[in-house]
């Protein structure tokens, strides 16, 4: 008799199991609004230091006159096939061309169907549009989880441009391969991504599961169109006779 209960509360529990899993619905539509939060002590004292403190008195201004945390917004609609991530306007930041990372440059339209993306950045006087294959990370995935914005995300480590460092929390529950500006690649949307060594961190806010309609997921238009190499080649050309600085501006404008 004890074995039959056993049994049958046992088949009870493997139905209740197979029923949640029936019933769980993945999103694969919606919009998600980010923050965008730079230590901007930290980073201008990087570029001081890149600088060979040339500029140190640039550093020494901005910690007297500016808040140490800057934080911009951003929107990201996406559907299964492809996403559009947008930065809201914000602060403009005086020593940006300085320091790159600190500002919110791309507008960036990830087609995961094809595995290409359209971005349109900021240089300068100039725009570029970089039509390229996506992003490739090494991402490497961990145990570790945290909540954002109400989802359960799984952390994940990468590296980019060979030397950067990025820790993302992803969520599965979001059924797309996507993310901020140009981080994406893992199995579930990315809610949380920081570049530790840039101070800079990217932490989804809101979560907004409707659908979008498919004409407003198209990819930005203006600009010089170019592939990433090209880009590269009139950044490095732009500051070949900066030396180490030139090499820290190029890398905030790759980012």
């Not at 493997?14 to 919606?30: D, E, R, W, Y």
């Not at 008195?57 to 808040?67: D, L, M, S, T, V």
């Not at 061309?97 to 300068?124: C, E, R």
């Not at 930005?220 to 090499?247: F, H, I």
Request: charged share 20%; proline share 4%.
């Amino acid at each position: 008799m004890k074995n039959l209960i056993k049994i049958t509360l046992l088949f009870f529990a493997l139905q209740s199991g197979l029923a949640f899993a029936q019933n769980k619905q993945f999103v694969t539509g919606g919009t998600i609004e980010f923050e965008k939060t730079q230590n901007m002590f930290a980073i201008m004292k990087n570029k001081a230091t890149a600088d060979n403190a040339a500029n140190k008195g640039y550093y020494e201004q901005y910690q007297k006159n500016e808040p140490q945390f800057l934080t911009y917004k951003s929107t990201l609609i996406f559907n299964a096939n492809s996403s559009l991530f947008t930065p809201i306007p914000g602060k403009a930041i005086q020593w940006y061309y300085d320091a790159p990372i600190a500002d919110q440059l791309n507008t960036v339209y990830s087609d995961f169907a094809h595995g290409t993306t359209t971005t349109q950045k900021d240089f300068y006087e100039r725009t570029f549009l970089i039509k390229d294959t996506l992003r490739k990370i090494k991402w490497k995935i961990t145990d570790e989880t945290q909540t954002v914005a109400g989802y359960n995300c799984r952390r994940a480590n990468g590296l980019i441009l060979d030397s950067v460092y990025v820790v993302a929390f992803y969520a599965e529950d979001i059924h797309v391969p996507g993310g901020p500006e140009s981080f994406t690649g893992l199995p579930g949307m990315i809610l949380k991504v920081s570049l530790p060594h840039e101070h800079v961190i990217w932490v989804a806010t809101k979560v907004t599961t409707i659908a979008i309609d498919e004409k407003k997921l198209v990819p930005p238009k203006k600009g010089t169109v170019v592939n990433y190499q090209q880009m590269l080649k009139v950044l490095t050309d732009a500051q070949s006779r900066w030396g180490e600085v030139g090499r820290y501006f190029i890398r905030g404008f790759s980012l």
